[in-house]
Nanobody
Framework: QVQLVESGGGLVEFGGSLRLSCVAS????????MGWYRRPPGKQRELVAT???????NYADSVTGRFTISRDNAKNTVSLQMNNLKPEDTAVYYC?????????????WGQGTQVTVSS
C-alpha cells in the first residue's frame, strides 16, 4: 500500500504560478513512477505529467512548456511547478504513484488538491 498526500493547491490569477507537492509513504520500494493527473469540472481525469524512477518525464501537450515535474527520491516526494496558469488549468489535481512488485501495475491516488485559476 502507498499513501499519497498532496499540498500546494489554491486560487491563483491568470498567468500566476503554483507549486504542488506530493509525499509518498508506505510501500515506497514498489513505486516505479509518480505523476500528476487532474480532473477539470465536468470532464474526465487526464494526464498532466509523470516521472519514472529513472527520471524520464512525460507531459500532456496542454502543459508542456508551462509545467515542470520533479522528484526527490530521498524524501519520496514529487512536485509540479505550474507557471503561466490558465483558467483551463482549473481542476482537482491528483498525485499518482504507479507500483509494481511481481505483477501488473497498481496505481495509488492522493485525495486531490483544488487548483483554481481566475479569469
Amino acid at each position: 500500500q502507498v499513501q499519497l498526500v498532496e499540498s500546494g493547491g489554491g486560487l491563483v490569477e491568470f498567468g500566476g504560478s503554483l507549486r504542488l507537492s506530493c509525499v509518498a509513504s508506505g510501500s515506497i520500494f514498489s513505486i516505479v513512477a509518480m505523476g500528476w493527473y487532474r480532473r477539470p469540472p465536468g470532464k474526465q481525469r487526464e494526464l498532466v505529467a509523470t516521472i519514472t524512477n529513472k527520471g524520464m518525464t512525460n507531459y500532456a501537450d496542454s502543459v508542456t512548456g508551462r509545467f515542470t515535474i520533479s522528484r526527490d527520491n530521498a524524501k519520496n516526494t514529487v512536485s509540479l511547478q505550474m507557471n503561466n496558469l490558465k483558467p483551463e488549468d482549473t481542476a482537482v489535481y491528483y498525485c499518482n504513484a504507479r507500483t509494481v512488485v511481481a505483477g501488473p501495475f497498481v496505481d495509488y491516488w492522493g485525495q486531490g488538491t483544488q487548483v483554481t485559476v481566475s479569469s
